[in-house]
């Protein structure tokens, strides 16, 4: 697809009023579903170029974030834009995309130990932004369901990434992954802890 972005002036006063336009230039209050949700992508895509510059990741999996951070940028896009019965073609997240999440997810989780309780996010600190990227995905897919006319591959894709996400954090830990004890904290007092 061509490039369809040319930004000449960052500010244009067109928000001012707290609206601001979709993608099929209609006009909205900065607070509807439509700008929640595409504004908690662009917070995930922010953070994943956080983990990117933050932690070491190898070879295979900074290909894959660097991936994941323009796909983002596709999911943005088609959030922003309502459905219409015109002609144009606009930019939407389809099943390819998601069955490359799939792939993914696929992929490292067969060479992952089953899980024996829930993970503690944290770890290492690779793991640990990745459980907070896996948290943002999480709110973005909630808000993404207030969305009239989403399609179902871009509840989808969130849904997918939030899982890779969580499958790449077990990865990052191996051996060291902090799994939840239940009750651990009850163990303790009576042990003399505070």
Known sequence: MA???????????????????????SRVPKDHPRIEAYGVVDELNSFVGLTLAACEVPGERREWLGRIQ????????????????EGRSRLRIEA?????????????????????????????????????????????????????????EALQYLNRLSDLFFILAREANGADEPLWEPGGSQQDRGAGSV
């Open 3 to 25: 490039s369809v972005v040319n930004l000449t002036r960052i500010y244009t006063r067109l928000g001012d009023a707290g609206e601001t336009h979709l993608g099929d230039m």
């Open 70 to 85: 323009n796909e983002l940028f596709d999911l943005g896009a088609d959030l922003a834009t309502p459905v219409s019965e």
């Open 96 to 152: 390819g995309y998601v069955k490359w999440l799939e792939s993914a997810c696929d992929q490292v989780n067969s060479e992952l130990p089953a899980l024996k309780s829930f993970v503690i996010p944290g770890g290492s600190l690779l793991a640990s932004y990745l459980h907070i990227c896996r948290t943002i995905c999480r709110r973005a897919e909630r808000l993404a369901i207030r969305i009239e006319d989403i399609s179902p």
